[in-house]
Protein backbone atom coordinates (compact mmCIF):
# COMPACT_ATOMS: atom_id res chain seq x y z
CA UNK A 1 0.00 0.00 0.00
CA UNK A 2 1.12 3.14 -0.83
CA UNK A 3 0.13 7.07 0.09
CA UNK A 4 1.53 9.55 -2.35
CA UNK A 5 0.73 13.28 -1.95
CA UNK A 6 2.19 15.47 -4.24
CA UNK A 7 2.01 18.74 -4.32
CA UNK A 8 3.08 21.61 -1.65
CA UNK A 9 5.83 23.96 -2.17
CA UNK A 10 6.15 27.28 -1.34
CA UNK A 11 2.91 29.45 -1.19
CA UNK A 12 1.76 32.94 -0.20
CA UNK A 13 0.26 33.76 2.88
CA UNK A 14 -3.70 34.22 2.16
CA UNK A 15 -3.94 31.92 -0.59
CA UNK A 16 -5.16 28.74 -0.88
CA UNK A 17 -3.41 25.15 -1.26
CA UNK A 18 -5.03 21.65 -2.57
CA UNK A 19 -3.22 18.63 -1.40
CA UNK A 20 -4.26 15.24 -3.23
CA UNK A 21 -3.97 12.00 -1.59
CA UNK A 22 -3.54 9.28 -4.06
CA UNK A 23 -3.32 5.62 -2.99
CA UNK A 24 -2.54 2.49 -4.27
CA UNK A 25 -2.43 -1.07 -3.73
CA UNK A 26 -5.70 -0.77 -1.63
CA UNK A 27 -9.24 0.21 -2.08
CA UNK A 28 -9.21 2.92 0.30
CA UNK A 29 -13.39 3.21 0.33
CA UNK A 30 -14.11 1.76 3.08
CA UNK A 31 -11.57 3.16 5.27
CA UNK A 32 -11.06 6.26 7.50
CA UNK A 33 -8.74 8.70 5.74
CA UNK A 34 -6.93 11.61 7.64
CA UNK A 35 -4.12 13.92 7.51
CA UNK A 36 -1.69 14.67 10.04
CA UNK A 37 1.11 17.77 9.87
CA UNK A 38 4.42 18.42 11.87
CA UNK A 39 5.68 21.75 12.00
CA UNK A 40 9.01 22.96 12.76
CA UNK A 41 9.82 22.29 16.74
CA UNK A 42 6.50 20.56 16.97
CA UNK A 43 4.88 17.18 17.51
CA UNK A 44 2.98 15.68 14.88
CA UNK A 45 -0.82 16.74 14.81
CA UNK A 46 -4.09 15.54 13.56
CA UNK A 47 -5.52 17.87 11.38
CA UNK A 48 -8.50 16.61 9.82
CA UNK A 49 -10.57 13.45 8.78
CA UNK A 50 -13.13 11.52 6.52
CA UNK A 51 -14.88 8.83 7.22
CA UNK A 52 -15.44 6.51 4.19
CA UNK A 53 -18.66 8.03 2.71
CA UNK A 54 -17.38 10.88 2.81
CA UNK A 55 -19.52 12.51 4.67
CA UNK A 56 -18.99 13.07 8.28
CA UNK A 57 -15.64 14.24 8.79
CA UNK A 58 -13.20 15.21 11.98
CA UNK A 59 -11.33 18.28 11.99
CA UNK A 60 -7.91 19.41 14.63
CA UNK A 61 -8.40 22.63 15.92
CA UNK A 62 -6.20 24.18 13.71
CA UNK A 63 -8.77 23.36 10.66
CA UNK A 64 -12.01 24.02 11.92
CA UNK A 65 -12.44 27.02 9.80
CA UNK A 66 -9.80 27.07 7.10
CA UNK A 67 -9.66 23.52 6.30
CA UNK A 68 -11.77 21.07 4.59
CA UNK A 69 -11.30 17.51 3.23
CA UNK A 70 -13.00 15.48 0.29
CA UNK A 71 -12.42 11.78 -1.24
CA UNK A 72 -13.46 10.94 -4.74
CA UNK A 73 -13.48 7.05 -4.11
CA UNK A 74 -13.54 6.60 -7.74
CA UNK A 75 -10.15 7.83 -7.82
CA UNK A 76 -8.95 6.48 -4.67
CA UNK A 77 -7.59 9.92 -3.70
CA UNK A 78 -8.70 12.32 -0.87
CA UNK A 79 -8.22 15.53 -0.47
CA UNK A 80 -6.92 18.20 1.69
CA UNK A 81 -8.09 21.96 0.90
CA UNK A 82 -6.73 24.54 3.21
CA UNK A 83 -7.78 28.45 2.46
CA UNK A 84 -6.33 31.28 3.67
CA UNK A 85 -2.80 29.99 4.08
CA UNK A 86 -0.76 31.02 7.32
CA UNK A 87 2.96 31.09 7.88
CA UNK A 88 1.68 28.86 10.82
CA UNK A 89 -0.16 26.57 8.96
CA UNK A 90 4.44 26.08 7.37
CA UNK A 91 4.79 21.98 8.25
CA UNK A 92 4.62 18.65 6.68
CA UNK A 93 1.39 16.98 5.65
CA UNK A 94 0.76 13.59 5.83
CA UNK A 95 -1.79 11.55 5.09
CA UNK A 96 -3.24 8.54 6.48
CA UNK A 97 -5.27 5.41 6.42
CA UNK A 98 -6.83 4.46 9.62
CA UNK A 99 -6.33 0.46 10.14
CA UNK A 100 -7.70 0.09 13.85
CA UNK A 101 -10.58 1.40 15.72
CA UNK A 102 -9.37 1.20 19.32
CA UNK A 103 -8.66 4.82 20.25
CA UNK A 104 -9.56 8.08 18.71
CA UNK A 105 -9.37 9.35 15.17
CA UNK A 106 -6.65 11.81 16.37
CA UNK A 107 -4.23 8.84 17.67
CA UNK A 108 -1.71 8.39 15.45
CA UNK A 109 -1.41 4.79 16.93
CA UNK A 110 -5.30 4.25 14.91
CA UNK A 111 -3.33 4.26 11.22
CA UNK A 112 -0.93 1.56 10.05
CA UNK A 113 -0.15 3.39 6.67
CA UNK A 114 1.45 6.82 6.23
CA UNK A 115 2.65 8.80 3.02
CA UNK A 116 5.88 9.90 3.57
CA UNK A 117 5.22 13.41 3.91
CA UNK A 118 4.98 16.55 1.32
CA UNK A 119 6.42 19.94 2.87
CA UNK A 120 4.60 23.02 2.52
CA UNK A 121 5.79 26.69 3.15
CA UNK A 122 3.70 29.65 3.87
CA UNK A 123 5.51 32.04 2.94
CA UNK A 124 6.09 35.35 1.03
Known amino acids: VQLQAPGGGVVQPGTSLRLPCVASGLDISSYFMAWFRRAPGKEREFVIG????????EYGESMKIRGSVSRDNSKNTVYLDIRALEPGDTAVYYCALRTTYKSRYSNEDEYGYWGRGTQVTVSS
Open 50 to 57: IYAAGGLK
